[in-house]
């Protein structure tokens, strides 16, 4: 028994969808998950952030330039590699952090109404497995391209 | 518990990668879930469409003007109601359909390695039920704005 992928991106978009009608602020379209990585771990490169959000490093790159000249991040050298810029929220993106925080925990615990906690156990359990293995998948193309 | 909705996005930004390294195809980026719909039942309407792929009637409507603009779909009048169009596959869709089909199977198939049917058969329940609830309220938005 496959899994179906449709399925699964119907659910993100009707999150897209929940969270324009939820949330009142400028930040460009998709790119919320960019603002809970970076809040949630401040500090971090370039390649860190395209890793944990299995996106490619040369899209990475491109949305960070648009939320730096948004005013939303800051590139920083890390004090260990000047070389090395290390990516940091702005006072403006901490400010929205919450809101996007809050409407996406609103988001996740509307979906699970009705669903048994042993069923969304075992559910969890292999959406983590499912993500393992397309993470590695993920890794596998972009080590093919270096 | 809650389901995480950010394993969810992780796993179709995953599949968003692998179908990049895979076709070589001019379609817009992220709109293969179009490809799918349109050419799996071809002849409904814009509206219809969107409910489908739970997006809103004006991304829609864009996303037609620029398939319609590539020459990948025709809108015809309806034989029932001139004034209503509907969206058909042109031969230039037909053409890259299988590919984009087929791609889209092998990585619904390389997700599942490993994990038993016992385990899928209940994932894919609480999958489906956790869609639904997502559409009611993707619906419940979109009856709003009316």
Redesign the interface.
Known sequence: ???????????????A??RK?ELDIEIPPGRH?YV?AICREPGRTQDALASD????KSSVARVLDTFEELGYVERRPSPEDKRCLLIYPTEKMLAVYPQIREV??R?????????S?G?????????????G???E??KE??E?KK
Not at 53 to 56: A, D, I
Not at 121 to 130: P, Q
């Open positions: 028994m496959p899994i179906k992928m449709k399925v699964i991106n119907n659910i993100g978009r009707c999150q969808a929940f009608s998950a809970l959000l299995c996106v490619n996406t925990l988001w996740n615990a509307l979906l699970t109404e009705g669903i906690e069923e969304l156990e075992i559910f969890n359990s292999v959406l983590m497995r499912i993500e293995r397309a993470r998948i993920f193309l972009s093919d």
